[in-house]
């Protein structure tokens, strides 16, 4: 079964982050095409996707195999090399991507500094173009919001001719992921949806809510009026039901602790009378 997809496979270099984006008319895309590990490089695999191409693919990349290179090798060990397509970044920056000509049209790839863009049965070579374009021009932004724009200018130029089903967002840095003990910052899937970019991006928002890291500059004091609504939150939550005294107290700071625990903030708890402003922000939501 082929894989009617565009995707864009890159690298930051201001960070060393290696991204993948992918959208396609397929069940579970992301189970199948995107591919990175933090320090060495980044795949996508597609059309009639070789699903080898990723893990095998970033060995030759971890064996210092240049991308061009380790292409090469790919596509010579592969009998069914013309069904396939696949770009990938190295950390050097080198990107390569190769289209076979038993791709469904319309199929192609765009190269650039530190990224490739990629896909097939798509409206046109206007879509990659716009995904290029968009991504480079985003240079000063963070890489997961780079690749989540160059999904959303492919489909804005026609995307996938049959239509939308899944994408994905895989980025990986060293230590970047939950606790500091993983190295997929971020790993999102929308496997089956009508508009699965724009579910993709509401669900990088929430990732950005629970493991984004806040600015202490932009950290609120609780004391006077916050710390009294505060109060008052919690105890129409269900987790405090002392006076409302407006003091952070010991009381309300262990039910302030519990309500984060309780809602996966644990990454955005602060001590010493403090509160992220997202977080207050969903409180308040919370609270009606």
């Known amino acids: 079964m082929s894989l009617s997809t565009f995707s864009i496979s890159a690298l930051d270099q201001n960070t060393g982050d290696f991204g993948v984006a992918v959208q396609s008319k397929f069940l579970a895309v992301g189970a199948i095409v995107p591919w990175a ?27 210092d195999v240049g991308a061009i290179d380790a292409l090469e090798q790919l596509l ?23 289209t076979g000509e038993a791709c469904m049209e319309w199929a192609g ?3 650039g500094a530190g990224y490739t863009v ?32 160059g999904l959303e200018a ?33 790993d999102l899937r929308v496997d089956d949806h009508s508009l699965p970019i724009e579910e993709l991006q509401r669900l990088y928002r929430l990732h950005q809510l629970y493991f984004g890291v806040t600015d202490p500059a ?22 405090y039901n002392g006076p409302i005294t407006g003091l952070h107290d010991d009381a309300t700071r262990q039910a302030l ?7 996966n903030f644990e990454e955005r708890l602060w001590q010493d009378a403090f509160i992220d402003p997202e977080v207050l922000a969903y409180m308040r939501e919370k609270a009606g």
């Open 257 to 263: 602790e519990q309500w984060h625990h309780t809602e």
């Open 118 to 149: 990629q896909g097939n049965i798509l409206a046109g070579v206007s879509v990659l173009e716009a995904m290029a374009t968009t991504f480079e021009i985003m240079e000063e932004e963070d890489l997961p919001e780079r690749l989540l724009a």
């Open 218 to 239: 932009r950290l609120l004091k609780i004391q006077g009026d916050l710390a009294t609504e505060i109060q008052r939150i919690l105890y129409s939550l269900g987790y």
């Open 37 to 63: 590990r933090a320090g060495i490089g980044a795949i996508a695999t597609q059309a009639h996707a070789n699903v080898s191409f990723g893990p095998v693919g970033l060995d030759l990349l971890e064996q």
């Open 76 to 98: 010579d060990e592969d009998e069914g090399r013309q069904l396939r397509q696949v770009g990938l970044v190295d950390a050097d920056g080198t990107a390569a991507a190769f």
């Open 109 to 111: 790839h765009i190269t």
């Open 154 to 186: 492919g489909q804005e130029a026609g995307g996938d001719k049959r239509g939308q089903q899944s994408a994905a967002l895989l980025v990986v840095r060293e230590n970047g992921g939950y606790g500091s003990t993983s190295d997929r910052m971020v």
